[in-house]
């Protein structure tokens, strides 16, 4: 059974969001995608200052197995970007939600928090699969 | 729910994650592959391969059957009881119909085909012995481990004890010793030393835990497979298949053509197409920027619309980046460029053999 946090949002596409106090989202990959992902080998992340829709394609995050596309859950600018990643991307692996985080954005529009699933809807769909 | 080996239970208690593996419910890692990867390079790791098919031929006439059935020849084996040899087993249009070993019982000889290639590898066999005296015996109550890297033969002598201690010391690269349902040989495909082992259905758990308890790490199909990238090792369905010739596989070092009077299955068609000209051959690719090369993507050797492709990719746990083979035109020369994610990435090309008793070939 993977952990899913009771208090971070989740995109359909498995990126979890978690509102900062200053104000800003970090976001990363649920313990769910990277048991499916398998050792992760290298992570593409997007660039500070980037702005991002939600939706889009901000990443890449490639296993042994497959690469998979990270999408930005939310809109907004990157802020800062997880580089110890660089050296070790295995990180995702064995703490997903903690030092495996992969950016962080300041939000264009905090509401589109609330379009994302809560912990309990994110396990429905993740274990319907 | 698949097939399961006598070693299900065992891979489920240590963690195996079970995945579909030819209609077999086998372990992929069990927590991490690139450990169990780096475990077999550097210490001793050992994989359940009992998913794989034996079948045993015997008769007046198995010599004479497998000279025809296979393109490399047994008659190298006449003489050495355990010998085993590699080769292709190929249709009359010279395509691989699987890839196997096999070894020198005297009497009679001992073949490994593939898991997924059974039932046609089978049925084709079956078909060719008609014209001969021999018998094919699959034999599924025989379970196989393999047990690889630099431990990996201590290891076992440990757990197998004294009783073997003298046979697992005589035994040469390639070569095979049995007693009983016990079937020891010296082959892998890992590109490490080790020993592949055939023994009873009955026996298996306990020789895999035995092991496990001398300090051999369970591997998954995972490791298996970036290992045997590494190593160089095709794997049907991937660097040949059907329609795949030899001689674009690498494997042309496996085809016996003296005498030349051996008509073996699919002879003329690999002679026409030696007269005619090969086109294409297998090479191994190096991406030593960030990124991962995968089986299916198309590679780009020269200013033609020709394209090559990778037959397998993967990252390389030893080396510390991507790696791949490939089949593509002859005309390849010492880089070409592969197509990932609609950009076209420079990769050097080399000699489809990687990393070899733990040290990089590249």
């Known amino acids: ?129 | 729910m698949g097939n399961k080996t006598a070693l299900y239970d065992a891979h489920v208690a240590m963690g195996g994650k079970m995945v579909d593996f030819g209609g077999w419910d086998m372990p992929l890692h069990y927590g991490s592959q690139l450990e169990e990867h780096h475990k077999v390079r550097k210490g001793a790791g050992m994989f359940d391969v009992s998913h794989m098919t034996v079948v045993d031929v015997d008769g007046s006439g198995a010599r004479d059957f497998l000279r025809t059935l296979l393109a490399n020849d047994v008659a190298k084996l006449d003489g050495n009881p355990g010998k085993a040899l590699y080769t292709g087993m190929l249709n009359e249009k010279g395509g691989v119909v699987d890839d196997l070993i096999v070894y020198l019982r005297d009497p009679g000889y001992r073949v490994v085909v593939n898991c997924a290639t059974r039932e046609k590898d089978l049925a084709w066999m079956n078909q060719q012995a008609s014209a001969f005296d021999v018998t094919l015996s699959e034999r599924p109550h025989l379970a196989m481990v393999a047990i690889q890297g630099p431990d990996a033969i201590d290891k076992v002598k440990e757990v197998m004890g004294i009783d073997w201690t003298a046979a697992i010391d005589g035994l040469k690269v390639f070569s095979s010793v049995s007693r009983g349902d016990w079937f020891v040989a010296r082959t892998g495909y890992t590109g490490e030393d080790g020993l592949e082992i055939m023994l009873n259905n009955n026996d298996a758990p306990g020789f895999w835990h035995a092991l496990a308890d001398a300090g051999v790490s369970p591997c998954g199909l995972g490791a298996r497979d970036t290992l045997r990238l590494e190593a160089g090792m095709n794997l049907y369905g991937h660097e040949m298949d059907d329609d795949t010739s030899p001689l674009q596989a690498n494997m042309a070092w496996t085809i016996a053509w003296e005498p030349q009077d051996r008509k073996f299955i699919g002879r003329e068609a690999l002679e026409a197409e030696k007269a005619a000209g090969v086109e294409n051959k297998l090479v191994g690719l190096v991406l030593e920027e960030r990124g991962v090369l995968r089986a299916g993507q198309q590679v780009v050797v020269d200013d033609t619309d020709r394209r090559g492709i990778i037959t397998s990719g993967t990252f390389s746990p030893t080396l510390g980046f991507s790696i791949a083979m490939a089949r593509v035109p002859v005309s390849v020369g010492d880089s070409a460029q592969v197509e990932i994610r609609n950009k076209l990435i420079p990769v050097r090309v080399v000699k489809p053999s990687f990393v070899r008793n733990g040290k990089s070939l590249v």
Request: charge should be negative.
């Open chain 1, 1 to 129: 059974m993977s952990e899913i946090r009771s208090e971070l949002k989740y995109a359909s596409s498995h990126e979890w969001a978690r509102l900062e106090e200053d104000g800003t989202v970090t976001v990363g990959i649920s313990d769910h995608a990277q048991d499916a992902l398998g050792d992760v080998v290298y992570v593409e992340t997007p660039e500070v200052g980037q702005t991002l829709s939600a939706g889009e394609e901000a990443g890449v995050v490639e296993s042994v197995k497959a690469a998979s596309d990270i999408y930005a859950p939310i809109s907004g600018e990157v802020v800062a970007v997880n580089e110890a990643l660089e050296d070790e991307p295995e990180t995702v692996n064995s703490s997903p939600y903690d030092d495996g985080w992969f950016f962080k954005i300041k939000p264009s529009d905090e509401s589109e928090l609330d379009k994302l699933l809560d912990a309990d809807a994110y396990r429905e769909e993740s274990e319907e699969g």
